[in-house]
């Protein structure tokens, strides 16, 4: 039983902000590193962040420095802080490991320009 519940999302305006969250269960998140993934419309899913159980971070280019992750331990939660928002920005997005098997339902994304 898959249990990551991602949320957060919505549609904003192009140059906006949205905060999404993901709420894991202990066995998914304790101890993993954790990454926020991303699929555009007609496109393949994508890693765009991810966060080491250390709390290193790397970013793919397409979101650097604008995009932040983030992690809670004692809630077993990540988050992603988005920032200045572009229309290629749109998509699902997902929480999971950096080695992911099953999905939770994701969080819409919709920038408007």
């Known amino acids: 039983q898959v249990q990551l519940v991602e949320s957060g999302g919505g549609l904003v305006q192009a140059g906006g902000s949205l905060r999404l969250s993901c709420a894991a269960s202990g066995s998914i998140f304790s101890g993993n590193h954790m990454a926020w993934y991303r699929q555009a419309p007609g496109k393949q899913r994508e890693r765009i962040a991810h966060i080491t159980s250390g709390g290193i971070t790397w970013y793919a280019l397409s979101v650097k420095g604008r995009f932040t992750i983030s992690r809670d331990n004692a809630k077993n939660t990540v988050f992603l802080q988005m920032n200045s928002l572009k229309s290629e920005d749109t998509g699902v997005y997902y929480c999971?490991?950096?080695?992911?098997?099953?999905w939770g339902q994701g969080t819409q994304v919709t920038v408007s320009s």
């Open positions: 999971n490991t950096v080695n992911p098997n099953l």
